[in-house]
């Protein structure tokens, strides 16, 4: 698609200095948008002086050709902020921003109302922590969503949670994350005892311990399997303690923040332990790679895993049915194979990258006819 205009869009994001899901899925959709046509990307970071940053998100962004600005800032809301957001937008001439991430949608939200620029937000999912702090978060992000001219969402999960939140239903808009598959290398092949991989912030949410749990229950059975979890987090030294009471210190790695692919070269599938999930990129990444995925049934994760086709569902934090679908697939390799390429089938039918960068076009398009016609080109 060629617009007879130069299309100009602004992402905003926080830069936390690590790059999971969120950013990984940005940034593949910058990617794509970068080698679209009449069209031109900028990303704005919000860097709180407070948060060890690096430069590494930033980098990739400029990898994938994105023009990069950073913005510090020294506490979590900030209307000097909010100016400087608004002046971005005007100066790039912006006809659409694009937030990722509740502070972002705070502060774009503002801005993008001064500036004149319709707004839209990519909702990744809230954490639903038992905690008033993370409760009042989400109340204020859905009182920004709802002033956003756009949300897009990920999964059916999402959608109908925010139908139920008092958003439009003719504000949101479901695209799914796309994944091209030559982004990955070619299906592995098992090589030894089953390696089990965890990726991800090591965080309530993504419950991690319940992985040390079931392997537990597999040391009691003599089923021999090894794991890799990858991430950092506030959980970090309880999940350590968890592992090295248990004993598993040998079979249970906890290897820190390591790169997306290197991951993925390493590991024979995927485990999903999480109380809550979006529609998380890792799990793309996974079927990319023609790794089977275990998931909890919880948010989207039914969109992206056919228990017994590309992988197994299982009950929320169920250890012992964890242990069971693990046991399974360190006795049958070729039923992991079998289960990897089926993932790869899905996500060329189902998660192409493609379809995901033309809806994206094609939202942006309807929201530049909403600008103001003083603003527009």
Known sequence: MRYPWAMRIVFLLQDTGVIYGAERATLSLVRELV???????????????????????????????????????????????????????????????????????????????????PAVS???GWLFRPDLKERLYETLNVLTL???KGVIVLSRFYEETLRQRG?????????????AMQDSSSRRVRQGPLTVGMLGRLSYEKNQDMLVRAFDDLRRRNVAVRAILAGTGPDETMIRESVETRGLTDQIDLAGYMDANEFFRQIDV???CSRIENLPYSVLEAMAAGVPVIATRVGGLSD???????GYLIAPDDAIMLADRLDTLAQRSD?????GAAGQEKLRNEFSVDVCTQAHLELYQELHSLKPPTAKN
């Open 146 to 148: 709802k002033r956003m």
């Open 335 to 339: 039923l992991g194979e079998a289960m």
């Open 304 to 310: 992206l895993v056919e228990d017994g086709v590309n």
């Open 122 to 124: 990519t909702v990744h």
């Open 270 to 272: 995927l485990v999903m």
């Open 35 to 117: 080698t679209k046509g009449n069209l031109s990307v900028k990303v704005l970071l919000m860097q709180e002086t407070r948060i060890a940053n690096t430069p590494v998100l930033s980098q990739a962004f400029q990898e994938a050709g994105a023009a990069v600005t950073s913005l510090p800032v020294d506490r979590a809301f900030s209307l000097g902020l909010v100016q400087r957001i608004r002046d971005e937008l005007i100066n790039a001439s912006a006809d659409v921003l694009h937030t990722v991430g509740y502070k972002a949608d705070l502060h774009g939200g503002l801005a993008s109302w001064r500036a004149g620029v």
């Open 167 to 179: 958003i439009a239903a003719q504000r949101l808009r479901r695209i799914p994350s796309g994944l």
